[in-house]
């Protein structure tokens, strides 16, 4: 599956308390922000953080971006007003709704149902704004297959390490790093689980935050991990881990180039003018038609992310 939607590489957290953060988010070089009412707002702040993401989707510009909201989470006593609020007075302006610490289908069916009711209410396209399902304790992963089929809305899997790590006592405060004491990547399985529940039912797999932030070595040690495993972008939380992120989740420009060739040769190899041959040469390389699924899947990234060729394909003489 290639599962390509909207560009979501870099991610930028943006805190709704913030009328000066929210200004200067629209200014970076971010594929997708979220303005976030949950955790990055303290309980007392949410009303007025409610206000200040409206005005900021209404008023700026977030030209070239995907605009999301992160809601509380369902146990909240904020997550109702935090959605009709929000739908209510910038639905127009708004690509996601975030829904954190999701345990079980039924909190995205919850969702999915309010955004419908309230679409219905504005007039606004039903089924247009799409929700994003944070992955954050263990109920969450282990119900991950069913939450990433409980609504056509749902748009990516995002994995929250913070609250994750938490949740399953995990010895380590290094929040998106490696474990000394751990002979492996602790995330591995989190990740894995993940992308398959994610692949299975063509939705997005997005990694989560890396929280030293002026350590970007260590900020692309982390993203370099889970985009070599097929993630298709991370959280970031500074500017300064933006260009990483646009980075790291592009495909090389080799890779592109070499991706666009195998869909160029295999597509001559297997018409009648190249012989209608099913395992083929590119060079000193064999590429069949599996080689063609995993070119596809490079091509479509690299595109997406505005890379452009730089060598093209000549079929060799018969
Ligand atoms: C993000 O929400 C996290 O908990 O890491
Ligand atoms: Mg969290």
Redesign the pocket.
Known sequence: MTTVGRARRSCLAVPGSSPKMLGKAQGLPADMVFLDL??AVAPGAKPDARKNVVAALNEGDWQGKTRAVRVNDVTSPWTYRDVIEVVEGAGSHLDCVML??VQNASHVEWLDLTLTQLERSLGLPVGRIGIEA?I?NAAGLVNVDAIAAASPRLETLVF?P??FMASINMRSLVVGGLVPQYPGDPYHYILMRILMAARTHDRQAID?PYLQIRDVDGFRESAGRSAALGFDGKWVLHPGQIEAANEVYSPRQDDYDHAELILDAYAHHTSDAGGRRGAVMLGDEMIDEASRKMALVIAAKGRAAGLRRTRSFTPAPE
């Open positions: 949950e955790d954190p610490k944070q954050e929250g913070a609250d989560g």
